[in-house]
């Protein structure tokens, strides 16, 4: 069973930065893509963006510009740099991992951003 663990959240203050990490538990070339959402209380779950098997990265226009999508095939981890954070970035924020059968999620990192 393919396990994925996010880290890295916390309290932040507004115009702080964030780096959060999402672990699998198989190599990050056995999926095909590994991408990163959010859940804030009360709204549907956000695309944020995400990394693919060749390493290309993606993003959601909104958030293109504050935010970084980089990997580690060697520990086989994700990260989520979030830089000039707003209240309204304030979720739970999730890491999938694509695979051929299925997708693979975590249980997400809570995010708050207050000063």
């Known amino acids: 069973q393919v396990q994925v663990a996010e880290s890295g959240g916390g309290l932040v203050q507004p115009g702080g930065s964030l780096r959060l990490s999402c672990a699998v538990s198989d190599s990050i070339f056995s999926f095909g893509a590994m991408g990163w959402y959010r859940q804030a209380p009360g709204k549907e779950r956000e695309w944020v963006g995400k990394?693919?098997?060749?390493?290309?990265?993606y993003y959601a226009d909104s958030l293109k510009g504050r935010v970084t999508i980089s990997r580690s095939t060697v520990r086989n981890e994700v990260y989520l740099q979030m830089n000039s954070l707003k209240p309204e970035d304030t979720a739970v924020y999730l890491c999938?991992?694509?695979?051929?059968?299925?997708?693979?999620w975590g249980q997400g990192t809570q995010v708050t951003v207050s000063s």
């Open positions: 999938n991992a694509v695979g051929i059968y299925r997708t693979y």
């Open positions: 990394i693919d098997k060749g390493g290309d990265i």
